[in-house]
């Protein structure tokens, strides 16, 4: 038998169209070609288990070779198999239904990719490298001749009758001069790492098995011990640091979706990159772009998803709009709540030891999301200076009695630097306050959040102002300076410092408190901090000049020696001394001013 014919379709040919259309995506054919041999042995594999067919199965596998000689790739399967009808009926016929859709639709769109399997034109994705493609293949059914079909690229095609002693299908491609890069062994192997790490049925390539058609997502939980996940988590990402935990998901209605997600030690920044979750869909890898299917706050996490429901090959915009993948993505968002919950319940103990690790998690969950707030908020924790931790309820209680001012509006104070804010911290400390440490770059939106969600309470940095300002009580200390002492201080104050930047003002504080404090105004303060972790809008407060102000302690043994100094210039010594000393502790004293002050120092000035 032999026969010639011609593939209808209504442009002249569509072949130069898909080179051209997925030329920067083509090693893609290997994936799809591949995909197909896999999809043919599962077939014959699930005859075999209904009866339908009832001859031996032998060792189902899919073997991939290339000859570089004869500018020849090979990619053999012994699974179903077709006759010379059902070549002409899938290949020429089923492949190029869509083709016409797909011409009209995508031909000038050269910047979209992936969408051939979307035509059901996946095998076609074969001639993005070949100059000619030929079939070979025998259909499992009794009694069935062996066919060959070849086609150049062209939209003419030849069918004869062959030989052939096995079922299933040879797809022997005759490699394009401008494809010659993947007659390669490094080039093909890495491909087929990258596509077939875990396809269900075995790959040979240069006689080894180069997957894991069962990979731990596949399997049940409940026959899975924790080293099983340590162990695969070190197959998918060597080198790294063990997980903290892990998340198996296993859902077979609204939707099918099975996977593993790993919480990967991750510390005050985003340290990590983003790209590490795979996604899968019948463990044929798809692409580690995962952003509309994952939640945003969950992409620093780890591991794989496998879902047949998702959409693949078409554009973002379509992907986000289906209602599988909302459904996933608020799916995997409430597992992930659901097992934090979990473990914050039954080892507390155990939580907060991880919780410097996943509080960047909670914390950017629950800022962008609101079905995640409302379970996270019972879980979440906020440290103290003391190194305590606290739920947001336990906190509340905390500081319920102490650190609620004359308006019954709840103040936490904070810090966003230990060291640096270390005598405001004291001050606050001595007052009997609590402070949170806040120091992580998300914490400045975070802060944000809560002041939107928790009434009557404000969140201000412990040097945003002296500690009797922060927290005003209502009760006012009296100030051993009178009215025109107060003024003369301010007065040499700004004299001596000369700096626009830096308001003076003089109050009466505590007789153990400094006698000079730098601050920053809360809200411009925080409006620069959110700026520099891209605050949406914010970017101009990043360049605004910052504005502090220079507290005088009216009721400082220093500041009553200065009033009472014979001389001008030895009052205003003292004053830069003191006002030195304030800009130094918040690391504001630089350049010729700070080799100044280092001078006069060391001379007793």
């Known amino acids: 038998m032999k026969e010639s014919g011609n593939i209808s379709i209504h442009t002249e040919n569509i072949f130069p169209i898909i080179k051209k259309f997925l030329y920067s995506d083509h090693e893609i054919f290997l994936r799809e070609l591949v995909s197909n041999a896999v999809d043919a042995s599962q077939k014959i594999k699930r005859l075999s288990s209904i009866g339908e067919f009832n001859g031996e199965l032998g060792e189902l596998k899919v073997k991939v070779s290339f000859d570089k000689e004869a500018k020849t790739i090979t990619i053999s399967d012994n699974g179903i198999g077709m006759t010379a009808e059902e070549i002409k009926k899938y290949i020429?016929?089923?492949?190029?239904?869509?083709?016409?859709?797909?011409?009209?639709?995508?031909?000038?769109?050269?910047?979209?990719?992936?969408?051939?399997?979307?035509?059901?034109?996946?095998f076609y994705?074969?001639?993005?490298?070949?100059?000619?493609?030929?079939?070979?293949?025998?259909?499992?059914?009794?009694?069935?001749?062996?066919?060959?079909?070849?086609?150049?690229?062209?939209?003419?095609?030849?069918?004869?009758?062959?030989?052939?002693?096995?079922?299933?299908?040879?797809?022997?491609?005759?490699?394009?001069?401008?494809?010659?890069?993947?007659?390669d062994e490094f080039r093909l192997k890495s491909i087929l790492e990258k596509y077939g790490k875990f396809l269900p049925i075995p790959i040979e390539f240069q006689d080894k098995i180069i997957n894991n058609p069962s990979p731990l997502w596949t399997k049940s939980p409940s026959e899975l011990t924790d080293e099983d996940y340590l162990t695969f988590y070190e197959e998918l990402y060597p080198f790294q640091e063990k997980p903290l935990f892990w998340i198996h998901l296993n859902v077979d209605y609204p939707f099918n979706l099975t996977g593993i997600l790993y919480f990967p030690k991750v510390k005050n920044e985003f340290q990590l990159q983003r790209e590490k979750i795979q996604l899968y869909s019948r463990q044929v890898f798809i692409t580690d772009e995962v952003k509309d299917i994952v939640p945003e706050f969950l992409m620093?996490?780890?591991?794989?998803?496998?879902?047949?429901?998702?959409?693949?090959?078409?554009?973002?915009?379509?992907?986000?709009?289906?209602?599988?993948?909302?459904?996933?993505?608020?799916?995997?968002?409430?597992?992930?709540?659901?097992?934090?919950?979990?473990?914050?319940?039954?080892?507390?103990?155990?939580?907060?030891?991880?919780?410097?690790?996943?509080?960047?998690?909670?914390?950017?969950?629950m800022i962008s999301d609101e079905k995640f707030f409302e379970k996270a908020k019972d879980f979440c924790l906020v440290e103290t200076t003391a190194n305590k931790l606290f739920t947001l309820d336990e906190y509340a209680e905390e500081v319920q009695a102490l650190q609620t001012d004359k308006d019954g509006q709840k103040?936490?104070?904070?810090?966003?630097?230990?060291?640096?804010?270390?005598?405001?911290?004291?001050s606050a400390i001595q007052k009997g306050y609590s402070v949170l440490k806040m120091d992580s770059m998300i914490d400045a939106h975070f802060i944000n959040q809560m002041e939107s969600k928790i009434e009557k309470t404000q969140w201000k940095r412990v040097d945003a102002d002296s500690i009797d300002k922060l927290i005003d009580t209502g009760i006012q200390l009296e100030a051993i300076l009178t009215d025109d002492q107060k003024n003369a201080v301010k007065a040499i104050f700004e004299e001596t410092l000369n700096d626009k930047q830096k308001q003076v003002v003089v109050e009466a504080m505590s007789p153990e408190e400094l006698p000079a404090i730098v601050t920053q105004n809360e809200f411009m303060r925080r409006m620069s901090?959110?700026?520099?972790?891209?605050?949406?809008?914010?970017?101009?407060?990043?360049?605004?000049?910052?504005?502090?102000?220079?507290?005088?302690?009216?009721?400082?043994?220093?500041?009553?020696?200065?009033?009472?100094?014979?001389?001008?210039?030895?009052?205003?010594?003292?004053?830069?001394?003191?006002?030195?000393?304030?800009?130094?502790?918040?690391?504001?004293?630089?350049?010729?001013?700070?080799?100044?002050?280092?001078?006069?120092?060391?001379?007793?000035?």
């Open 300 to 365: 620093l996490l780890h591991g794989v998803i496998d879902s047949p429901d998702i959409p693949l090959n078409v554009s973002r915009s379509f992907l986000q709009a289906d209602s599988n993948v909302k459904k996933i993505n608020s799916y995997i968002t409430k597992k992930v709540a659901d097992k934090l919950q979990e473990l914050f319940k039954s080892d507390r103990p155990g939580f907060e030891d991880k919780f410097t690790n996943i509080g960047l998690f909670i914390k950017y969950g």
């Open 92 to 122: 020429n016929q089923i492949a190029f239904s869509g083709a016409t859709e797909f011409v009209e639709k995508y031909k000038d769109k050269g910047d979209d990719k992936g969408i051939i399997g979307h035509f059901g034109l996946g």
């Open 125 to 183: 994705s074969a001639f993005m490298v070949a100059s000619e493609v030929e079939i070979i293949s025998k259909s499992f059914q009794e009694g069935a001749e062996a066919a060959q079909w070849i086609c150049d690229g062209s939209t003419e095609y030849t069918i004869n009758s062959t030989e052939k002693a096995e079922r299933g299908t040879d797809i022997i491609m005759h490699i394009a001069e401008d494809s010659e890069e993947f007659l």
């Open 529 to 605: 901090d959110m700026s520099k972790t891209g605050g949406g809008g914010m970017g101009m407060f990043g360049n605004m000049p910052m504005t502090y102000q220079i507290t005088i302690n009216a009721n400082h043994p220093l500041i009553n020696k200065l009033i009472d100094l014979p001389s001008e210039d030895e009052k205003k010594n003292l004053a830069k001394q003191i006002a030195d000393l304030a800009l130094l502790s918040q690391n504001l004293l630089t350049g010729a001013d700070l080799t100044a002050f280092i001078k006069r120092t060391v001379s007793g000035f």
């Open 411 to 426: 103040v936490y104070l904070y810090t966003t630097d230990v060291q640096q804010q270390d005598a405001f911290i004291q």
